[in-house]
């Protein structure tokens, strides 16, 4: 059986797989925000640049002409920035709830009974999320400087066109990029890099900001905190140093180590997938004695810490149905039946490679899975 660290350890990556789950969602929604308004973008930009001319241009008159420009771009981002505030403020919620739910299902009655768990407030984790700095900033202050960058970048493009002679629909191309290359050509594709960096380093901010609150107010009952990096093809070099090791509940102080907690999982560079697992203590060391808990029970409470288990470890012990959920039908059968190991469907740069691309690299896993 079990014990209750193992337990706990192995529900905590599997939260951090659905976390990043939550923040495809979440990019996504963002992202259609903006879809929504690009051909609106477009034809105001082409309206902009017609009326310049380029006998007529002087950067006053570009800035004049180009307001109902910037007035759609700080709409959009008013739009966005309220989409994860609300966003930030539900998973607040909901992280709160999960730890609550997963302490209360695996933690034995009796231990719970002399032990109670404290309930946290959400107002609290709520200005965690909104109130407390992520790379340097805060989530208002990380959505209005995407939009002032923006709308900078557009008007630096328009410039740069007018002044080296380009025609109108040359300046709005490069601007908006081009449909057949999936818009990836055009200066707003990297308008949408940087919301995607945005969006998910503000989803695992927080939800490391809800359980670091709730593993603080349980202090009596967790001795240490675990850092858990998603081990795989892209997992950044800081991640990878600080997997397994231990930190203090409170101040966050490396025990046994001298590796420095810095912003903490999911918070210590962009796009961080890092998450943290609990400590429980000992039996003994929440002062129950023999009588008080069933000879098993003491057992699930042996306080010990199991071994680090890789994401790649992790996803092969789940079900077929938990592995498609995660890495997608084919790729969970190209891994049960196919031998390929999870690293294997990365490129050297960690990115995720197409079944295109897996097929030529090794199309003897195709045949040995029938697809």
Known sequence: MATVNEQLQSASIGHAVDL?????????????????ADEDLRARLLAAVERMGPNRFTVTYMNTVLESVRELNKQVYTQAGEAMKEAVDELAAYEIGYQQALFTATLPAQVLVAVPLARIDLAQVQKIASGRPFQGKLLGEWMADLEVGRAARIRDVIR???????????????????????????????????????VRTAISHTAQGARDAFYQANNDLISEVVWLS??????????RLRDGLHYTTD??????????????????????????????KAWEELGL?????????????????????????????????RQDQVLGPARGKLMREGGLSLDKFYNDQGRTLTLDQLRERDATAFSRAGL
């Open 251 to 280: 101040t966050h102080e490396p025990v046994g180590h001298k590796v420095p907690w810095l912003a903490g999982p999911g918070r210590i560079h962009w796009r961080c997938r890092s998450s943290s697992t609990p400590v429980i």
């Open 160 to 198: 740069i066109g007018m002044v080296s002679g380009q025609t109108t629909d040359q300046i709005v191309r490069g601007i908006m990029g081009i449909k057949s290359e999936g818009y990836a050509d055009g200066l707003l594709n990297r308008s949408r890099n940087d919301i995607d960096a945005m």
């Open 20 to 36: 990043q789950h939550l923040s495809n969602a979440e990019v996504r929604k963002i992202m259609a925000l903006l879809n929504r």
């Open 289 to 321: 004695s023999k009588s008080d808990i069933p000879e098993g029970t003491r057992a699930s409470m042996d306080g010990q810490v199991p071994e680090s288990t890789s994401y790649g470890d992790w996803i092969k012990g789940q079900s077929a149905a």
């Open 230 to 239: 998603t081990l795989d093809g892209r997992t950044s070099a800081p991640c």
